[in-house]
């Protein structure tokens, strides 16, 4: 049997029947995108039980909305690091010195060769902007920003 993927694409009051169990009079509800399919409403019991049917590592002990949160949260954020990573390369200068005389490099992002790099401001604001474009929330946004700037800080030497 192959995995599924769970996605939690929201958590909101917009619906209150559980999808899976038929559970009516919920406050709240996740919805929840099995293998890319459309996000249906899933009560707190059934969101975990699917998570940790799916194997999710983070899905341990009983169910609670701050434990649902902090995995919707995550995968928010996984998806911006993905979609961050798919934009192609912005323009690679290097090196060059910031306003503090600093050499730095210009990240190239697609392809981010080995380099000791320091994302000038202009492309982090890029791609804060890019990843608001497409819906990701503030802290998404700065968390993949910064998951991009530590990975390419970590890699290699000039
Ligand atoms: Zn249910």
Known sequence: MTAETIEIVAINDEASTCSRCGRTG??????????GEEPVPYGTTCVWR???AGGHPDAEGRASWSKIEQIAEAQEVEKA?????????????GPVENEWGVEVYIAQVAGHEGRAVTLNSAIYEAYHAALRSQGFSYRATREAVADLQYTLRGEGSP
């Open 81 to 93: 690091t993905t979609f961050l990573w798919s934009l192609p390369d912005p323009e690679v200068r």
């Open 26 to 35: 919920l406050k709240r509800v996740a919805w929840v995108s099995v293998d």
């Open 50 to 52: 699917v998570l940790k």
